[in-house]
């Protein structure tokens, strides 16, 4: 039974082959079958190509055509009432931002005044008189007359020649403005505050080396600001600007962010006096004239720094100094009621790879101490500071405490930070030779 079995089986298989045979001998039957075999194998490639891409395809049929139609046109709310949806829609963050910046507005506006600069200046009657007009042969020219002024004192009047802006620190009038807003002697310093009340201002300190000065309003009860670490801040932070803005418009607003730190620059004021502003902060925040003493916020209402200088001819490039570099001189006057820097006593130029090349140095960082070119100006100041660690001229300065001086890291910012009658170690190269000194900061005789 099985061989018979077998026998059916092994027939079959062979008439099949010999069929199959005689069928792919005839041409048009073996052209029509390779061609749908290529078909079948070419419409399994599109399929999976169509597969892998079908999300892309029906997304673009939405937007390209049904997103299009009437129907959904009316329907795109549905997608803003997702509950839990963690997209914040752009509207809702500006918003936000703006409400922020308005709260810090009101918190921080009653505190920043307007301080008026005024003056007695003579005050004068005009009369006129009146000539008649000769030709040169000395004859009367009639119908014309030659009016001259006649000026008589009549006592004086008070004049404003200037403003500037401030903010207060103390319930009891204490307030920080720039030194050039109120560095004249010999004129009257007026400050108005935001409820419109105004007061008689005395200069209390003016720092010689920061544009910083304080002034004290007879008062009580007073709103002031509170101070922010400056060393926090970063570039892109949303910053505040508020002052006087030029002498006119007291407690102008203004906002943007903080577009660079510690920016070194020399600023040329009004009175064509020349500083120099170390580590400062740069803004976008419009700083106009009569801003100058103002505060620069932060979005919680807190000083962050103090409005010192615009770039002239440029827009809304300003500059200010970071409160942390203001708040010792602040505590200074508190406790003391002046202001005390610390000096070491030389003259010098900074030491650059140019210097180095120039005078054939042998370090291309540090201070080198030299003379100017007037006889007064001396390398080292007699029985100053350096004097007496014997520092002398040519020696190169190369760092404070062990931290390098450059251009990032200049000496008279790490001076001014120090204290007075702090003991500082500076690393010096003398002849070839480098050296630790120890100086004992003094005050300088400039300090008020």
Known sequence: MKLKIKFYISKIYNDIMLFMKNLFKNKTFKMFFISFLTMLITIGILFIIVWNVKDKIINSLINNYIAKSDTFKQKPILIEKVEDSPIVPVKEEVKVVEDTVVTAVKKAKPAVVSIIISKQVPQYTVTYKEEKIVDQFGNIVPNMTLTTPIYTPNGTKKQQLGSGSGFLISSDGL????????????????????????YVATVLAKDSVLDVALIKIVASGLPYLQFADSDKLEVGESVIAIGNALGEFKNTVSAGVISGLSRSLSATGGGGYREFLYKVIQTDAAINKGNSGGPLLNLKGQVVGINVAIAEGSSNVGFSLPINSVKG??????????????????????????????LNLTVDYGILVAKGANANEVAVVPGSPADKAGIVENDIILSINGENINASNDFMSLIRDKKVGENIKMKVLSNGVERVVTIKLEAAADSQ
Do not use: F
Request: hydrophobic content about 35%.
């Open 329 to 358: 001189v602040i505590d200074q006057v508190k406790k003391t009621g002046k202001i005390s820097r610390p000096y070491v006593g030389v003259r010098y130029v900074n030491v650059t790879s140019d210097l180095k090349a120039k």
């Open 175 to 198: 307030i920080v403005t720039n030194r050039h807003v109120v560095d004249q002697t010999d004129v009257d310093y007026t400050v108005l505050l935001n409820n419109g009340k105004e």
